[in-house]
């Protein structure tokens, strides 16, 4: 019950609805039991006594109670409908603000086929329980109290004796629920396995293929397929010990109803229509005893589901705002790390001791092999962990006292993996603002050159993307990526490998772009190309989690390290001319100027580079 308890909140406001299918229901049942009476009657009072003259009165309260059932049933039918949608609607709304809401560190666990077989199975089962199966376990109740009560009140030795086989029924129907409500636990489980399985396998049916594994996959899937058909065979053999057992049990009395009732009649003890009201009766005891089983069932299955949406919407959250967080206004952009250590739970830390002081307007890069810790950097940036060791500030103050969502509202990110909505090419653009307009879209998606590409396409910007949209090329999906952050006009940009799958012209195409509309913002690169960092005013370059190297350009080409090294392979066509190179940019103006210099350099760049790319 403690399960329904906090479930409290979703289904009290509808309380009305709840009450009142419960109260229909509970007049449809009473007014069942007026058919025993009548059946008694006719027999006692009409066929006995020869009094036919009787017959179209009872005729007419028949027709009477059976229209005032059928309308209280169907009064039971319209609230309980209500009732149990609305409760869903609320619920469902509840956990997808929630989902919302929780932080990456659930994310790094989540299964998605999990959560999605939450948000509809097990919705489904508490909107079903709530709507109806809750007031039929009322009723149940109301049946065995109303059906004993009449018949104890016809003949209590009759009843009593009836009655023998019942405390079995009842011990039997507790000991199935203490077994198949572990069962059900079983089969929700595994069935939310299985739909991880197959969602992923839809997500990532470019790689299966790729790497022919279809059969791998199948035979992975058949076992997930195996474990649920095996917990559900399990399940079904429970429910088939106990079910006769319970049927049996509950048909033992009726046969000592007709064998004790009928000696009574002939022992003039009762009368024949008492026998038959009885008879009748017993069936509003049997019904619910037979039911017991379901509804036992249904209130177990739903707990399971309850608990399992209980998880979700009580999930704690690691990074929410504080009691006193501030709302972030006015920002000049100003990051800074301050001894930062950094590890995910469970795990070495990613960060060691990172310091970086970026002023307003200022561009980072950030350099350094995988894993080596860049893209926690980023992460922390934008508060998707807490820092428990050091502080990451912006303008001079924590980040942890930021209102989160006024601060990441500052943040336009661009991340390695382009995720489009199934929406318009338009629409994805606009995705981080409100009320943007069509003027405002393209002169983004000018500046991430996309325009062109767009503007060829059949529909323009009125192209459906996404799943089931248009396939778009990994370089066109990033350029809509960049067009999405720079319509945002944050004042933090980060790039996180962002022009990755971009050709090196188009690359450079879009830095020059960013150039115009990064001026006045702090912008953090994270790149494996020199090309992308080199015109950054701080580059960092990281290594198993800590700073190994750090400085601009020209100064880290002048180091011995990892970013010289680095600066050979993409650059030169053989060490010495880097080391001439380098020797240039001691003497040279700043690389970054050279870009919009010497055009010619960049060109030979990009030959080279392209050299090595072949
Ligand atoms: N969500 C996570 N949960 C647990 N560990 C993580 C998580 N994200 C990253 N890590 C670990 O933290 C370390 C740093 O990872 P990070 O993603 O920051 O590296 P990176 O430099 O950005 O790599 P890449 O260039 O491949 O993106 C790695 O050892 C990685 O396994």
């Known amino acids: 019950m403690d399960v329904f308890r906090q479930l409290k909140p979703y289904f009290w406001p509808e309380k009305k609805l709840l009450f009142g299918a419960i109260a229909c229901l509970a007049i449809a049942t009473a007014l069942g039991l007026v058919y025993p009476n009548l059946l008694r009657y006719l027999i006692d009072e009409v066929i006995t006594k020869k009094r036919f003259d009787l017959v179209p009165r009872l005729a007419l309260i028949v027709v009477i109670v059976v229209s005032m059932k059928g309308l209280f049933q169907f009064l039971h039918g319209l609230c309980g409908g209500r009732l149990g949608n609305r409760v869903a609607y609320h619920l ?46 009322l ?69 299966v293929k790729s790497f022919a594994r279809e059969p791998h996959e199948v035979t992975k899937f058949a076992a997930r397929n195996e474990d649920y058909k095996s917990m559900n065979i399990g399940s079904a053999g429970i429910w088939a010990k106990y079910f006769p057992i ?25 009368t024949l229509g008492e026998l ?85 307007g200022s561009v980072i890069g950030l350099l350094g092999s995988t894993g080596s810790g860049k893209t926690t950097v980023i992460s922390l940036l934008m508060r998707a ?33 382009t995720f489009l909505f199934s929406s318009t ?74 022009t990755s ?29 020199i090309s992308s960092l080199k015109h950054a005013d701080e580059i960092i370059v990281l290594d198993k989690g800590r700073i190994i190297q750090r400085g601009t350009h020209q100064e880290l080409l002048q180091q011995e390290g990892i970013y010289r090294q680095t600066y050979e392979i993409q650059y030169s066509d053989g060490p010495r001319q880097a080391e001439n190179q380098a020797a240039a940019a001691r003497e040279e103006a700043p690389i970054s100027e050279g870009i919009e210099a010497d055009p010619n350099s960049i060109k030979i760049s990009l030959n080279s580079e392209r050299r090595l790319a072949h």
């Open 276 to 360: 038959v009201a009885c008879f009748s009766l017993i069936w509003y005891i049997i019904g619910p005893m037979w039911g017991l089983g379901f509804h036992i069932n249904n209130f177990t299955q739903t707990k399971a589901s309850g608990e399992k949406i209980l998880d979700v919407l009580h999930h704690y959250m690691h990074v929410k705002d504080g009691e006193n967080a501030a709302p972030v206004t006015k920002v000049d952009g100003h990051v800074r790390f301050d001894h930062v250590t950094f590890a995910y739970p469970e795990k070495q830390p990613a960060l060691y001791d990172f310091n970086l002081d970026a002023p307003p």
């Open 92 to 137: 469902r709304n509840a956990m997808y603000n929630k989902l919302q809401y929780l932080s990456f560190q659930y994310y790094d666990q989540a299964r998605t086929g999990d959560l999605m077989s939450r948000l509809t199975a097990d919705l489904e089962a508490i909107r079903q329980f709530i709507g109806f199966g809750f007031a039929q376990l």
């Open 501 to 529: 799958a971009v050709d090196m012209e188009t690359e450079h195409e879009i830095q020059a772009g960013f150039k115009e509309v990064m001026a006045g913002r702090t912008t953090f690169i994270i790149a494996h190309r």
């Open 385 to 417: 962990y807490n820092v428990k060791e050091g502080k990451v500030m912006l303008d001079g103050k924590d980040i942890r006292s930021l209102q989160l969502e006024s601060y990441r509202s500052q943040i336009s990110t661009v991340f390695q993996e």
């Open 139 to 207: 009723n149940v109740m109301l049946m065995l109290v109303f059906g004993m009560g009449m018949m104890f009140s016809i003949n209590w030795k009759l009843a009593l004796l009836t009655m023998i086989s019942m405390p079995f029924l009842a011990f039997t129907a507790v000991r199935f629920e203490g077994k198949i409500h572990p069962a059900f636990r079983m089969v929700r489980q595994s069935l939310s396995s299985m739909t991880t399985a197959v969602q992923e396998n839809i997500t990532g049916v470019r790689t």
């Open 246 to 270: 319970m049927e049996i049990l509950a048909n033992l009395s009726v046969v000592i109803l007709l064998g004790a009732g009928g000696y009574m009649v002939i022992q003039d003890t009762i």
């Open 425 to 498: 090419i338009r629409n994805n653009i606009a995705y981080g603002c409100k009320d943007v307009s069509m003027d405002e879209i393209i002169r983004a998606a000018k500046l991430a050159k996309a325009h062109n590409f767009i503007s060829e396409l059949p529909e323009g910007y009125d192209t459906v993307v996404g799943e089931r949209g248009l396939g778009l090329s990994g370089g066109q999906k990033q350029r809509i990526a960049i067009a999405r952050a720079l319509i945002k006009d944050p004042k933090i940009l980060v790039l996180d490998d962002a």
